[in-house]
């Protein structure tokens, strides 16, 4: 497996996908599956149902992996 040039906190831009031209941070990274996750990226709607703690369900925002061939490090 090749070596990761990301790592957590770095300043990414995104340079394919819906999101292109974005510049954002990154707040994980994944090595298993080459995916990284960055903040305000590829936004998707995830349900939560009604628990003891959240007494409502209803739906939240959650940033999903992005292939790590379609971001581009930028140097701050």
Excluded: Q, Y
């Excluded at 954002?24 to 628990?51: D, F, Q, R, Y």
């Excluded at 003891?52 to 959650?62: A, F, M, R, V």
Aim: charged share 35%.
């Amino acid at each position: 497996m090749a070596k990761l040039k990301f790592k957590k906190g770095d300043t990414v831009e995104i340079i394919a996908g819906d999101d292109r031209g974005t510049k954002a941070t990154v707040l994980a990274v994944l090595p298993k599956k080459n995916k990284v996750i960055v903040e305000g990226c590829k936004i998707a709607k995830k349900a939560i149902k009604p628990t003891e703690d959240n007494t409502k369900g209803g739906h939240i925002n959650k940033e999903m992996p992005i292939d790590i061939s379609n971001v581009r490090k930028v140097e701050a």
